[in-house]
């Protein structure tokens, strides 16, 4: 923190903290549009799993568990990072119990060639079950390319990469930059996407276009739409892709360290129902990510991934009795190698950094900070391993994994446990 001139230490609200509203028309017609159409699974809300629309019309059922039961010394999983500034809600701990990660069904539909929709639910662990997706796709065919447009609540565009690496990854959890950038690794609004597919395959392949309602972290309760981009680019093995997002988040809270909850939440706390014991951030936010794969060494049995994300705030962080200027920037980046040993064997390594930096400026900014979490910023670095065993028939695999994370201060923390994944991309369907 670079402490400048001062500034007055009255209680300060934020200019629009009174008399914002946060709009829901968006959300409400797609969702009864979505219960006239009915749905269709295209995407899975955490990007864990992707599976395709029928390619005729039809219907068809997807379903997928993650189980899994860690030992750590410390709680689990690693407890919220310091310097970074989030919601300030913290996972239950699941240390030493068979967890629940991820229970997912989703239900798709394709009336005509050119429409269909999908609607997915989860359940967490302890938490009550959710609405993760629920959108209405058209489509068509353009010189040889696909154009979909796409309306209702669905993932923010990431790219494969990116969006796969979550419950139904290798490792359970999350990389540290998509954790640090993003509330718990997953990124779902309200939103519309325009997306293109390229029939070549060599080059630019695709680019999805997408303006969202940004109610969802890193967005706010209230504020103006944010526009996004992703596109993807392939040369025979190797892959590339790159997303951004532009927001500007108005009332968005982060509840104070010293009054952390518990529990897996997808929430935005409102600094329009109440400051008490919250930190509130208002100005813009960027999120930035890219991915390299290639995936056809050593006769195509070993595969590397190379991927990281940024996320820039700047603006005004204030509570009920304080106010400061604020400009902060997480990034972090992680290498996966994965050797497959056969049809069945995997064996897959992990190593990742993130790196947090602010600048905190006005009178006393320090109780803020050390409010907001933002005082104990410094890099950290994870490093995990997997061995991994599949049954494809029943898209079921075991993994036994370990790992360490370490930063500067703070004791390093490792872990090891087992992880049960079941996938199925066509559970249940059939034809109109």
């Not at 219960?35 to 629309?53: C, F, I, N, Q």
């Not at 568990?65 to 919601?87: F, I, K, Y």
């Not at 069904?105 to 009550?128: E, F, I, K, M, Y």
């Not at 990431?158 to 998509?178: N, S």
Request: glycine content about 12%; proline content about 7%.
């Amino acid at each position: 923190m670079k402490p400048c001139s001062p500034t007055p230490s009255s209680p300060i609200r934020s200019p629009r903290a009174l008399n914002s509203t946060q709009p829901g028309g968006f959300g409400l017609a797609a969702l009864l549009l979505i219960g006239v159409v009915a749905g269709s699974p295209r995407a899975w809300a955490h990007g864990g799993m992707e599976t395709a629309l029928p390619h005729s019309p039809g219907w068809q059922v997807d379903a997928g568990v993650a189980l899994s039961a860690m030992r750590s010394a410390e709680a689990w999983p690693v407890p919220r990072l310091d310097g970074v500034l989030q919601t300030g809600q913290t996972a239950t701990d699941q240390q030493g119990r068979l967890v629940l990660e991820q229970a997912r069904v989703g239900l798709g539909t394709r009336l005509t060639p050119w429409l269909g929709a999908q609607w997915t639910v989860s359940a967490h662990d302890r938490d009550a079950p959710r609405t993760d997706t629920a959108w209405i796709e058209a489509r068509t065919t353009v010189a040889d390319g696909a154009l979909s447009l796409r309306l209702g609540r669905q993932e923010v565009p990431l790219g494969g990469v990116i969006a796969g690496a979550g419950p139904f990854d290798r490792f359970g959890q999350a990389p540290l930059a998509k954790q640090a950038t993003l509330l718990d690794g997953s990124w779902a609004d309200d939103g519309v996407t325009l997306h293109w597919q390229q029939p070549v395959e060599q080059g630019w392949q695709s680019v999805a276009l997408g303006w969202w309602q940004a109610r969802a972290f890193p967005g706010g309760p209230s504020g103006p739409g944010a526009p996004s981009v992703q596109a993807t680019f392939g040369w025979d093995h190797l892959s590339a892709q790159v997303f951004g997002v532009w927001l500007q988040p108005r009332d968005r809270g982060a509840v104070a360290v010293s009054s952390a909850t518990t529990g897996h939440s997808h929430g935005v706390p409102d600094c329009t129902v109440d400051l008490q014991n919250r930190v509130c951030f208002e100005g813009r936010a960027q999120v930035f990510g890219a991915a390299l794969r290639h995936d056809g060494l050593f006769d195509e049995r070993l595969s590397l991934t190379l991927a990281g994300m940024t996320r820039h705030e700047s603006g005004t962080l204030y509570s009920d009795t304080a106010t400061a200027q604020w400009d902060g920037r997480v990034s972090g980046v992680w290498l996966d190698a994965v050797w497959r040993a056969g049809s069945h064997w995997q064996w897959a390594a992990r190593w990742e950094r993130l790196v947090p930096r602010h600048t905190l400026t006005g009178s006393n900014p320090s109780p803020l900070a050390n409010a907001a979490g933002l005082s104990g910023a410094a890099p950290v670095r994870r490093l995990s391993g997997a061995l991994g065993y599949t049954w494809e028939e029943p898209g079921l695999s075991l993994w036994v994994e370990t790992g360490r994370q370490q930063g500067p201060t703070s004791d390093a923390q490792s872990w090891w446990g087992v992880r049960l994944l079941w996938q199925s991309s066509r559970f249940l369907s059939g034809v109109f």
